[in-house]
């Protein structure tokens, strides 16, 4: 069995807590670090990843494991069900739509995440999809490398300065872009469940209506059954031929094939994507469209902001072991 840690936990109170972390696509610097912080926090590290067999991981250590902490991969009742002795379940994201929460309420399990420390690289990247879609940056870039700027200018792009934006999921990180976008000279709108007070952005009610208004709509909720397809061909219709599509958030929340079809028809003018609906694929047709650029969700992963997204998820594991108010929790 894979461990990380000396055991001689400082976080526990009764011999050394045993952490699964559970993501698949763990393997990476931002990961190390986390599972180096666990072992310096005290914790005995379990990578699931690494196991031969994760049946025989959890039918012989499932009972040890008292914390879990997932990627976008989450955690469902069936794997609470494993680990008969979990008490939190501590997500390396803000985002946690994978995490059945109910089953982890139902089973007294916590749930924490890592909001706001990713506010700001999230929102960067917003910004930087809506001006490499509209100037075409990337295609630009290729247009140097391959030469051809020998035979010809590049051809005129549309301005970014001045237009508007909507912004579906007026959060933390819809916020941050908000006053990004304004700091472009933008006008900004959003949509939510509510309107919110105290913010100066013009409030839709209805998502086609804001998709009608503006130039660009920024999807910034949050994933799962309650934003599923919300942005379906009615919205894209709405946001029309010269609209620009950017999805910083989850690809649930469009309905990819309706999306595929309105760029391709050019009923939907371009879109700037980090997510999509089955991650790590991604549409053969949107792969080949010059109008859209393609992020594989990398929304939050810069080595300042892991690291500060790691230190979180330590900070609410040894605040749950110590009997301590949780610092980040949603349930
Ligand atoms: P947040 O502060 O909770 O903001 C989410 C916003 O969405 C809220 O303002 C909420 O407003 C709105 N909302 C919730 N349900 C809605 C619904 N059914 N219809 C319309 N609006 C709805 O969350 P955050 O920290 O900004 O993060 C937002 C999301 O970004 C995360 O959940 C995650 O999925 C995604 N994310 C992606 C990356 C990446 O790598 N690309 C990184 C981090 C986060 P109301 O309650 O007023 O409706």
Redesign the pocket.
Known sequence: MEQAGSGEGKAEKDGPVHVLTASPSAVGPAWGRLVEKLADAGFTVHKLWEQADADTFFANDGDQIKAVVPGHEGVNGEMMDRLPNLEIIANF?????AIDVNAAKDRGIRVT?T??V??D??AD?ALALMLDVSRRLTLADRYVREGKWEEGNFPIQRKVSGKKVGI?????????IASRASAFHMKVA???????SGVPYEYHSS?VDLAKACDFLV??????A??RH?VNKEVLEALGPKGCLV????GSVVVESELVKALAEGRLGSAGL??FEDEPRVPEELRKMDNVVL?P?????TFETREDMADLVVRNLTAHFSGKELPTPVA
């Open positions: 994201g803000v985002g946690y739509d995440n909001p706001d990713l506010s690289d999230v990247l579906l999921g007026l959060g933390r990180i819809g916020q941050a959003y949509h939510g469940r509510h309107e919110k998502l999807i910034a909720c949050p994933g799962g309650s934003t919300l999805n910083i958030a989850r980090d997510v992020q969700h990398i929304g939050s992963a």
